[in-house]
């Protein structure tokens, strides 16, 4: 039976080097410093959000007891 796993991996080996050109070929080289910035900043929200969320369940759990 043929696994679809193998499809939808996380990318390695000579597929990083490919992935990076066709972004700067998109978006060429100056864009892509702004863009990175972009995406850190929307990782550090979500990870804030998610912890804030953590704290309030924890705070729930807390106060049944």
């Known amino acids: 039976m043929f696994n679809f796993h193998y499809l ?3 990318p390695g080996g000579m597929e990083w080097p490919i992935i990076l050109l066709v ?3 998109l978006f060429g080289g100056r864009k ?5 910035r972009g995406f850190a900043k929307s990782i550090r929200e ?3 959000a998610l912890d804030e969320a953590n704290n309030e369940i924890k ?3 807390n ?3």
Not at 32 to 36: D, Q
């Open 8 to 10: 939808v991996g996380f």
């Open 23 to 25: 972004l700067l070929l």
């Open 32 to 36: 892509l410093p702004e863009l990175a």
């Open 46 to 48: 979500f990870r804030g």
């Open 59 to 61: 705070k729930s759990e």
């Open 63 to 65: 106060s049944d007891n």
